[in-house]
């Protein structure tokens, strides 16, 4: 329930000593990390929490090591639950803008929640106020999605979510349109609970290992 940042540059020999950034006991309610990995954008990490009431970024610039814990007033679905939602991802947008993306399980929808003024706010303010720019419905497959789907992560320059039922098919999900598309294989239990979104520029890939 506490943790700690240590930060590593090339021009030094191992990773720096720890220093505490966030004590999820000394919070009113109690804090719980939601996000195992980090969004980083324009040299701060975001990590997504909660207290079982409201949702909070806790976010960390990695030149200062300053660390804020910001309330995200997006409304929560119920007191000690996300339903009718799958757990929040925050992410950053194919426009550089940082996101919130939520499956509504039952209704089988994304909704696509961003900043209402479009820019950062002060780190001291401790909140931010957020507007549901999208609200998309998925499309249904051949093979028709139950109601326990579950969202898994979110590509930030793909703009797709990874989406997984319970009987472990793994499919894409267009986030401004809603297209599906099934991916070949299955997680088998709770494989999926490990995956990472690895977005490569083949492109460039293969260019870099062309003129090495």
Not at 22 to 33: A, F, R
Not at 44 to 55: G, I, K, V, Y
Not at 159 to 185: I, Y
Request: hydrophobic share 40%.
């Amino acid at each position: 329930m506490r943790h700690y940042l240590y930060t590593f540059s090339s021009d030094q020999p191992s990773w720096s000593a720890p220093s505490s950034f966030l004590d999820c006991v000394k919070h009113h309610n109690g804090l719980m990390m939601s996000q195992r990995s980090a969004v980083v954008r324009r040299g701060t990490a975001h990590w997504l929490c909660w207290d079982f009431s409201d949702m909070y970024s806790v976010d960390v610039n990695a030149e200062t090591g300053r660390s804020s814990l910001v309330n995200l007033r997006v409304p929560v679905g119920a007191r000690y639950y996300f339903l009718p939602y799958s757990t929040p991802k925050l992410n950053v947008g194919v426009d550089g803008a940082l996101q919130l993306v939520r499956l509504h399980i039952e209704g089988l929808w994304v909704e696509t929640w961003t900043r209402q003024d479009g820019r950062d706010r002060s780190v001291d303010s401790g909140s931010a106020d957020w507007l549901r720019i999208r609200v998309v419905e998925i499309e249904q497959p051949k093979q028709k999605l139950t109601e326990r789907a579950v969202c898994v992560c979110v590509g930030e320059k793909s703009g797709t979510m990874l989406l997984v039922d319970q009987d472990g098919r793994a499919l894409l999900v267009d986030l401004e349109t809603g297209a599906v598309e099934e991916m070949t294989g299955r997680f088998k239990g709770q494989e999926w609970l490990a995956a990472l979104a690895v977005e490569i520029d083949w492109p460039a890939l293969f260019v870099s290992r062309l003129s090495g």
